[in-house]
Antibody
Framework: EVQLVESGGGLVQPGGSLRLSCAAS????????MHWVRQAPGKSLVWVSR????????ATAGSAKGRFTISRDNTKNVLYLEMNSLRAEDTAVYYC????????????WGQGTLVTVAS | SDELTQPPSVSVSPGQTASITCSRD??????ASWYQQKPGQSPVLVIY???KRPSGIPERFSGSNSGNTATLTISGTQAMDEADYYC?????????FGTGTKVTVL
């Protein structure tokens, strides 16, 4: 069974930094693209970033580009999201998800971790 | 990427059919996926590549995609189907989600 467990969320001041982790188990982590998606309270889902299975290539949404960095450690089965220069509008639940469907969809999702940016 | 537009809400009686649309210019040229999200829970993939169901998703969930509109259809809607539904498409290396539709089973 696919299990994705996010951690690292919390309260951070504007301009601060945070690193999220997603521990994966129950599947061959090193074979899958991985994603981060966020959801502000009461709002829709917003894709944040994606990384290829071997970590060689990543893509990041415009709103996060230059501030957020996705990475992975295939030896530890962990996905990361380094977030810098955080803003109030980055407040959201952050989900990690596996890529699937030949790259078109996000197949399995974690339970999410809440990031609150406030002073 | 352009936004995917969904109706904010859809109401349906138990046992009836609910249809949720997702619109954007030339959406039919892309694959559409659909996710179900119940309150306080993570999204669950219910339809991918326009009309395919992942293992474990009931047959009452079906999808189509043509022209500018993708549609998720729930046939014989049950109370357990009450949730928010989001469409999603991949475009120019970015993944775009729809605005979301709240399905209420009256």
């Amino acid at each position: 069974e696919v299990q994705l467990v996010e951690s690292g969320g919390g309260l951070v001041q504007p301009g601060g930094s945070l690193r999220l982790s997603c521990a994966a188990s129950g599947f061959n982590f090193s074979k899958f693209w991985m994603h981060w998606v966020r959801q502000a309270p009461g709002k829709s889902l917003v894709w944040v970033s994606r990384i290829y299975s071997d970590g060689s290539t990543s893509a990041t949404a415009g709103s996060a580009k230059g501030r957020f960095t996705i990475s992975r450690d295939n030896t530890k089965n962990v996905l990361y999201l380094e977030m810098n220069s955080l803003r109030a509008e980055d407040t959201a639940v952050y989900y990690c998800a596996t890529g699937g469907c030949g790259g078109d969809c996000l197949e399995s999702w974690g339970q999410g971790t809440l990031v609150t940016v406030a002073s | 990427s352009d936004e995917l537009t969904q109706p904010p809400s859809v109401s349906v009686s138990p046992g009836q059919t609910a249809s949720i649309t997702c619109s954007r210019d030339k959406l039919g040229d892309k694959f559409a996926s659909w996710y179900q999200q119940k309150p306080g829970q993570s999204p669950v993939l219910v339809i991918y590549q326009d009309n395919k169901r992942p293992s474990g998703i009931p047959e009452r969930f079906s999808g189509s995609n043509s022209g500018n509109t993708a549609t998720l259809t729930i046939s014989g809607t049950q109370a357990m189907d009450e949730a928010d539904y989001y469409c999603q498409a991949w475009d120019s290396s970015a993944y775009v989600f729809g605005t979301g539709t709240k399905v209420t089973v009256l």
